[in-house]
C-alpha cells in the first residue's frame, strides 16, 4: 500500500466542503424536505455521491468510490432522520450538526488512511500538465502550491455555510433571548430581511477573520471587531441585545478562528 499524501487529503476535504457548504445550498433552495423527505435525502446522497467522484476523478480508484458509497449511505440516513424528527429546529441543532460532520470527517479521514490512492492517474497528470503548458503557467509552482489553494478552499467554503450554521444552532439554545430580540429589531422591518442582514454580517465577519488569521493580520482583526462594536454602542446598552450581539459574533469568531489553527497545524501555514 502506499503512503496517502496530504494533497490527497486536502483533496478529499476540498470535494466534501464544495459539496456540504456549497452545493448543498444551491439545491436546498429548489428542493422541499418536507414535500418527500426519502426523495429529498436521495437526491442530496446522490449528489455527494457525484460531486465527490467527479472533483476527485484524477485519483478515483474503485476503493476511494466504495468510501464515498459510505459517506453518501451516512448523508441519506443523517437527512432522512433529521427530517422526521426535526433536529434543525431543536436546542439540539448544534450537537447534531456537529456529530454530523464530525463523522464526515472520520469518513474522509479512514478513506485517505485506507484507499491511498495516488496523488492523480497518468492520464489526468498528463491532462493537467497539457493544460497549464498552453495557460503558460509553471507546472512545478501548481504542484508545490496547489495542497495549499484547495486547503484554502475548504475553509473559505467552512466558515460561509458551515460557519452560519453553527451560529445559528448556538441561537437555537436561547429561542427565548433570540425572539426577543429580533422583535425589537423589527418594528420597522420585515423580520426575514433582518435575519438576512445579521446572517451575510456574520458571513462578511468570518471571511475577513479568517483572512487575517491566515495572514497573520492580527492587530487589523483587533480593529476591526473595535469597529463593529462601535457601530453597535448605542444599542449595546440594551442587556438583551448585548447578550445576543456577544453570543453571535463570539461563535462567529470561534469558527472562523477555528478553521485558521485547523488549516495552520494540519497544512503548515505560516
Given at each position: 500500500m502506499s503512503t496517502p499524501s496530504l494533497h490527497t487529503l486536502a483533496a478529499l476535504l476540498c470535494a466534501y466542503a464544495l459539496f456540504e457548504f456549497v452545493l448543498k445550498r444551491l439545491v436546498l433552495g429548489s428542493l422541499s424536505p418536507t414535500a418527500n423527505a426519502t426523495a429529498h435525502a436521495l437526491c442530496l446522497a446522490l449528489l455527494l455521491l457525484g460531486t465527490m467522484s467527479i472533483l476527485t476523478v484524477g485519483m478515483l480508484t474503485p476503493t476511494l468510490a466504495a468510501g464515498y458509497a459510505v459517506l453518501a449511505a451516512s448523508a441519506f440516513a443523517y437527512e432522512v432522520t433529521s427530517a422526521h424528527y426535526r433536529w434543525n429546529e431543536s436546542?439540539?441543532?448544534?450537537?447534531?450538526?456537529?456529530a454530523k460532520q464530525i463523522t464526515a470527517g472520520g469518513v474522509l479521514f479512514a478513506v485517505w488512511q485506507l484507499a491511498a490512492p495516488p496523488d492523480s492517474h497518468a492520464w489526468y497528470a498528463e491532462l493537467e500538465r497539457s493544460c497549464l503548458t498552453a495557460l503558460g503557467s509553471s507546472v512545478e509552482r501548481l504542484n508545490s502550491n496547489r495542497t495549499l489553494i484547495l486547503a484554502v478552499i475548504s475553509a473559505y467554503a467552512f466558515v460561509v455555510d458551515g460557519g452560519t450554521r453553527?451560529?445559528?444552532?448556538v441561537f437555537n439554545k436561547f429561542p427565548v433571548l433570540y425572539d426577543n430580540?429580533?422583535?425589537?429589531?423589527?418594528?420597522?422591518?420585515?423580520?426575514?430581511i433582518?435575519?438576512?442582514?445579521?446572517?451575510?454580517?456574520?458571513?462578511?465577519?468570518?471571511?475577513?477573520t479568517l483572512t487575517?488569521?491566515?495572514t497573520g493580520s492580527f492587530t487589523a482583526l483587533a480593529f476591526a471587531l473595535t469597529a463593529k462594536s462601535i457601530a453597535r454602542f448605542k444599542e449595546l446598552e440594551d442587556k438583551e441585545f448585548a447578550e445576543y450581539y456577544l453570543l453571535g459574533t463570539s461563535s462567529s469568531l470561534l469558527v472562523a478562528l477555528f478553521a485558521g489553527m485547523m488549516l495552520t497545524i494540519l497544512f503548515d501555514i505560516r
Open positions: 436546542r439540539k441543532a448544534l450537537e447534531w450538526y456537529a453553527i451560529v445559528r444552532g430580540v429580533v422583535r425589537k429589531l423589527s418594528r420597522n422591518k420585515e423580520r426575514g433582518e435575519e438576512n442582514v445579521g446572517e451575510w454580517i456574520g458571513v462578511l465577519e468570518r471571511l475577513i487575517f488569521v491566515l
